[in-house]
Every structure is written in structure tokens, then in C-alpha cells.
């Protein structure tokens, strides 16, 4: 037997040793996410057993919220990232307030802001996320123009440990306010290498805006996203992913535009268990080609 010969036949031995790898990675369930403040009730019951359905359910990743003076749901980051790993989940990504309101120990945007990106990297964030502007915090557009120089700021900080930096939007960033549009405002004012946005798909919608048009007009700024869908009611309220009216498909075919690497599934509000909600979600997420 020729060299030739022998390569051919160890390239052939490899290249069928490495089907069923290929066969179970193409087979495997999608990567879905879920963003806790959907469970926020059970999570400050029972975080442990809590965070053991939502693996049972097929998650594999979960944004935390509510995080203060260095603990994630009650826990230190040790303590958490440690949980976390025992039940095959991830948290790639968490949410953080500036602290100007509410939440205003440290570990806020203005208050110790490297503790919490310290801890952050600790459990594994490669986001942190300002995750709500209250309302007497937002008052005018010179408001935003702040928050602006502050999330550059921030993002400095983050990028500093290799964590990117996000602000989350609800509708009223899309309501005009001194005759300016907030959102287009914190887009502009902030570098698109340290801000980056984590649209949520439901008030983006709710507010008349077309995400895949602000993927065009924004692409690579959008790495994270929020599925939450719409209730077909006059109201308009929240529903499980897949019972609504937001056409989830269309806004993923554009991802590469947006720059997508993780979504979360999100319901602020439900009708039944969020439990229970959040399984619907995750079943009918698993029928859309992502």
C-alpha cells in the first residue's frame, strides 16, 4: 500500500468517525434562552428549583435580573455560576439599572459599576444590559443625551473585561419627546463598537416600528434580542411565542443583518403559570427555522 493510498483511507476514517457528531449537532434543539423577570415570582420563592424547570423545560440559556450589591437572586456570583453549570445552563447575558431611581445600591450604572462587571464576568456575561429608564429619569431629550454619555462610559468599563454593553428599549424610546426620537438619539450619540442594543421584538412592534427596517438602517447593532409575542386582542397584550401576532420568522431571516448571537424568550405578563407559559414558548420556538 502507496503513501497516497494511506492518506485516502485515514481521510475516510475520519470523515465517517465524524457523522454522527455532525448528525447530533444538526438534530440538537435550538440554543433558546429565556429571560428570568418572566419567573421573577418563583425565582424569589425558590430560585434552585426554579431554575430546574426551566433546564428540564430545554432552555440552555437564562439572563438574570435584579441583581444588587453583588448577588444574583440571593446568591454570590460563585454561588450561582456553580448552580448554573450543575443544571447544564449558561448565562450569557444579564440585565443592570443606572441606579438613579431605584436599585440604588452598588452595582449600578452610577454607583460601583466595575463591582457588578466584575461579578458579571464571574458568572460568564459576555453582555450587560441597562435594562429600564423610569420614568422621571426620561423627561426630556437632554435626558437621553446623558444616558448616552453614560452608557459610552459604562461600556468602557465593560469592554474593559470583555463584556459588551446593551441597552434594552421598551415603546416609549420610539415616542417623540422635544420633537427628537430617543431611540434614534441613543443610537447616535453612543459608539457602535460599545453600545449595542437588545431589541425587544413585542415593544418595538407595539410602538409601529418594523424591526428589520432598524436592522438595515442599524446593521450589527442588535446582538440581542427579545421574543415576546402579541396577543391578537384589541389590547394587544403579551402571549405565549407562537399564539400571537408577530410574524418571529420574517425578523429572523434578517439576523445576520441585525447581528444576532443570543435571543431570550420573554412574557412580562401572563394568563397562566409562567411556568407553564413559558414552555409554550419554548415548544413553538422550536418550530421556526433560526
Known amino acids: 500500500m502507496n503513501r497516497r493510498q494511506v492518506l485516502k483511507i485515514s481521510a475516510l476514517a475520519t470523515s465517517t468517525a465524524l457523522l454522527p457528531s455532525a448528525r447530533l449537532l444538526a438534530a440538537s434543539p435550538k440554543r433558546v434562552g429565556l429571560?428570568?423577570?418572566?419567573?421573577?415570582?418563583?425565582?424569589?420563592?425558590?430560585?434552585?428549583?426554579?431554575?430546574?424547570?426551566?433546564?428540564?423545560?430545554?432552555?440552555?440559556?437564562?439572563?438574570?435580573?435584579?441583581?444588587?450589591?453583588?448577588?444574583?437572586?440571593?446568591?454570590?456570583?460563585k454561588q450561582y455560576a456553580a448552580l448554573l453549570k450543575d443544571l447544564g445552563l449558561s448565562t450569557p447575558s444579564?440585565?443592570?439599572?443606572?441606579?438613579?431611581?431605584?436599585?440604588?445600591?452598588?452595582?449600578?450604572?452610577?454607583?460601583?459599576?466595575?463591582?457588578?462587571?466584575?461579578?458579571a464576568a464571574e458568572v460568564g456575561q459576555k453582555y450587560m444590559v441597562?435594562?429600564?429608564?423610569?420614568?422621571?429619569?426620561?423627561?426630556?431629550?437632554?435626558?437621553?443625551?446623558?444616558?448616552?454619555?453614560?452608557?459610552?462610559?459604562s461600556a468602557e468599563v465593560c469592554r474593559a473585561a470583555g463584556i459588551q454593553f446593551a441597552y434594552h428599549n421598551h415603546d416609549f424610546e420610539f415616542q417623540p419627546l422635544d420633537g427628537q426620537m430617543p431611540y434614534d438619539l441613543l443610537l447616535t450619540n453612543t459608539d457602535p463598537a460599545l453600545v449595542k442594543m437588545e431589541l425587544d421584538l413585542y415593544w418595538t412592534t407595539f410602538a409601529g416600528q418594523d424591526p428589520v427596517a432598524l436592522f438595515k438602517k442599524?446593521?450589527?447593532?442588535?446582538?440581542?434580542?427579545?421574543?415576546?409575542?402579541?396577543?391578537?386582542?384589541?389590547?394587544?397584550?403579551?402571549?405565549?411565542?407562537?399564539?400571537?401576532?408577530i410574524d418571529f420568522q420574517r425578523i429572523f431571516d434578517a439576523q445576520k443583518t441585525a447581528g444576532l448571537t443570543n435571543y431570550f424568550v420573554e412574557q412580562d405578563v401572563a394568563k397562566r403559570p409562567p411556568l407553564e407559559a413559558i414552555e409554550i414558548s419554548y415548544k413553538n420556538m422550536q418550530k421556526l427555522s433560526v
Open 35 to 77: 429571560q428570568l423577570y418572566t419567573l421573577r415570582e418563583d425565582m424569589a420563592k425558590d430560585p434552585d428549583a426554579t431554575l430546574k424547570r426551566v433546564a428540564q423545560i430545554g432552555y440552555k440559556e437564562v439572563e438574570s435580573f435584579g441583581y444588587g450589591d453583588g448577588k444574583f437572586f440571593g446568591k454570590t456570583p
Open 94 to 119: 444579564g440585565h443592570y439599572m443606572t441606579g438613579n431611581v431605584m436599585m440604588k445600591g452598588e452595582g449600578t450604572l452610577t454607583n460601583n459599576w466595575k463591582r457588578a462587571v466584575d461579578d
Open 130 to 153: 441597562c435594562a429600564y429608564l423610569f420614568p422621571p429619569e426620561r423627561t426630556k431629550i437632554d435626558d437621553y443625551k446623558k444616558f448616552a454619555e453614560l452608557f459610552n462610559k
Open 218 to 245: 442599524h446593521p450589527g447593532r442588535f446582538p440581542l434580542w427579545h421574543i415576546k409575542d402579541m396577543a391578537k386582542t384589541p389590547q394587544r397584550e403579551f402571549a405565549e411565542v407562537g399564539t400571537g401576532s
